[in-house]
């Protein structure tokens, strides 16, 4: 089975191993998770297990939400996503998941939504170095300065970095060590950074780069 869960992000911190070094280590909450669905390559075309995290109030969700999770007697989920699978799923629906199915998992990849800063120009989005700030620039500092060809083609190439929204996209960080995992309180400490700010959900799976 494709190990994976969903959960949020607590924060970062840092633990002390053996030997006295430090590591840093982002926390991240994980569950249980209800299994809502399980998707199969004759009815749906692909292996995948649906996921539900942190309840919502019924009154607070949609009637197809609310069916959608009286099938496995749970309630509605704040935070659903699927799960590919290359095989049939071990799983049931209905079943909860908690953090001890990643036990013994060494790596994992972390997707997540990056925090989102507005409308951003080239230095702060791109780290342009900007134009002169001597003599003969006059208030164009931190302009790109030019951006595209002349007579031919006459116009901007595809992929020129210009100013534009700067972050709040799906971001996934790959290949991440897990230096603990706790089950008493449904955590897993991660070493390294992970997109999103805290509080935000996140999709934990078992890497599958080696």
């Known amino acids: 089975m494709q190990v994976g869960l969903l959960g949020r992000k607590v924060g ?22 209800t299994v ?19 309840d919502k109030k019924r009154k607070n969700a949609t009637q197809a939400a609310r069916g959608h999770a009286k099938k496995v007697n749970a309630e509605p989920k704040r ?14 629906e209905g079943q909860t998941l908690t953090v001890e ?8 990849d972390v997707t997540g939504t990056s ?16 134009l002169r700030a001597t003599h ?8 790109p300065g030019s951006s595209g060809p002349s007579a031919d083609p006459s116009r901007t190439q595809k992929g020129i970095r210009k100013p534009g929204q700067f972050g709040n996209v799906r971001s996934t960080v790959r290949n991440l060590e ?20 805290n509080g935000g959900y996140l999709t934990v799976r078992q890497t599958n780069k080696v």
Do not use: W
């Open 36 to 54: 809502l669905q399980v998707r199969t390559e004759e009815r749906d075309g692909y292996h995948a297990v649906q996921l539900g995290f942190d």
């Open 136 to 143: 003969g620039v006059k208030r164009m500092h931190r302009h």
């Open 178 to 197: 897990v230096v603990k995992i706790d089950p008493a309180n449904n955590l897993i400490l991660i070493r390294g950074a992970v997109p999103g700010p």
């Open 101 to 108: 199915v990643f036990d013994g998992i060494k790596r994992v």
């Open 12 to 33: 970062m911190t840092q633990i002390y191993q053996e030997d006295g070094t430090s590591v840093p280590v982002t926390v991240l909450e994980c569950g249980p998770c």
């Open 115 to 130: 925090k989102g800063r507005g409308y951003a120009g080239v230095i702060k989005r791109h780290g342009f170095r900007g």
């Open 79 to 92: 935070y659903i996503r699927e799960v590919r699978q290359q095989k049939p799923a071990e799983v049931a």
